[in-house]
Nanobody, 114 residues
Framework: VQLQASGGGLVQAGGSLRLSCVALGSIFSISSVGWYRQAPGKQREWVTTIGSDSSTSYDASVKGRFTISRDNSKNTVSLQMNSLKPEDTGVYYC?????????WGQGSQVTVSS
C-alpha cells in the first residue's frame, strides 16, 4: 500500500505551496499522519504530525509557517506551507501510522528558489 501525495512544485522564496496526501481509508480515523522531508544528500527528517484527534506538532524549523490539517470525510491530510525558504527544498513524504501498521507515500518534490 502506498499513499498518494500531490501538490509539490517550484516556488520562489517567500511563496506558498500546499501538499495533499490521500491515506488508507479503512484505518484513517485511528491514524496519525505525518510529513517528512529529505533534502539532497541528507537524511529524511520529520516535519509535522497530526493525530487521530487532530492534535498537531511541528518541528521548530517550520513552526508558524506550516499548517497541517486533516479531512476525515476524504481520508486526506494537507500541509499548507507559507513563507517558504530555500532550505525547505526537498522531497516531501507523508506517513500514515496506526497500531501495527505504517504506510508511506511516494514523495512530492518541493523546490524553493532564492
Amino acid at each position: 500500500v502506498q499513499l498518494q501525495a500531490s501538490g509539490g512544485g517550484l516556488v520562489q522564496a517567500g511563496g506558498s505551496l500546499r501538499l495533499s496526501c490521500v491515506a488508507l481509508g479503512s484505518i484513517f480515523s485511528i491514524s496519525s499522519v505525518g510529513w517528512y522531508r529529505q533534502a539532497p544528500g541528507k537524511q529524511r527528517e520529520w516535519v509535522t504530525t497530526i493525530g487521530s484527534d487532530s492534535s498537531t506538532s511541528y518541528d521548530a524549523s517550520v513552526k508558524g509557517r506550516f499548517t497541517i490539517s486533516r479531512d476525515n470525510s476524504k481520508n486526506t491530510v494537507s500541509l499548507q506551507m507559507n513563507s517558504l525558504k530555500p532550505e525547505d527544498t526537498g522531497v516531501y513524504y507523508c506517513k500514515q501510522m496506526a497500531p501495527f501498521r505504517v504506510y508511506w507515500g511516494q514523495g512530492s518534490q518541493v523546490t524553493v528558489s532564492s
